[in-house]
């Protein structure tokens, strides 16, 4: 089985910054894609960034250059840096992987919990 476990949501002001990291453990061969969605109270969750297996990555127009996504590859670990944070940005955010498991040559998508990240205007 395999895991992702978030941390570092919170409450923040309007121009704060928060870090979100997300740990990937069990079984697991290797990690392709990483990511992070959110899904704000009566909406549709949505991709906030992507980084492939190759660093590249891509973002939603909304938070072009204000979050920066990346990945530690040797501990399973992608990151968002989330600054000038606006109070739109106010969501569960949630980690997404690509996974290749132990157990199969076939990826399955693994998603974290969720962590409420709220910025007060």
């Known amino acids: 089985q395999v895991q992702l476990v978030e941390s570092g949501g919170g409450l923040v002001e309007a121009g704060g910054s928060l870090r979100l990291s997300c740990a990937a453990s069990?079984?697991?061969?290797?990690?392709?894609?990483m990511g992070w969605y959110r899904q704000a109270p009566g909406k549709q969750r949505e991709l906030v960034a992507r980084i492939t297996g190759g660093s590249n990555t891509n973002y939603a127009d909304s938070v072009k250059g204000r979050f920066t996504i990346s990945r530690e590859n040797a501990k399973n670990t992608v990151y968002l840096q989330m600054n000038s944070l606006k109070p739109e940005d106010t969501a569960v955010y949630y980690c997404h992987a690509v996974i290749f498991p132990l157990q199969s040559w076939f990826p399955s998508d693994a998603w974290g919990q969720g962590t409420q990240v709220t910025v007060s205007s």
């Open positions: 069990g079984s697991i061969r290797s990690i392709n894609a």
